[in-house]
């Protein structure tokens, strides 16, 4: 299975944060790990999105968030 990339998810994350007079952007995570350079492209990607917005956003862990996925 492939990992997680920025330019897999980089369409979710657009629209997760384009919802109108949303109050934050959840975000489901379940991660064994990841490249670090692609887990820090997302998390930069999502703190830049956020910031843009001014929203918040939740993080919630499923069952693992090691490494890549516990940076996110």
Known sequence: RPGV???GV????E???SVR???A???LLNS?????VQSHLV???IR???DEKKIPVIVCIEDVGASGGYMI
């Open 15 to 17: 629209r997760a944060f």
């Open 43 to 45: 998390f930069r990607r």
């Open 10 to 13: 980089a369409r979710l994350l």
């Open 48 to 50: 830049q999105l956020a």
């Open 5 to 7: 990339t920025l330019a």
């Open 21 to 23: 007079r949303a109050k």
């Open 25 to 27: 952007v959840a975000i």
């Open 32 to 36: 064994p790990g990841g490249s670090p």
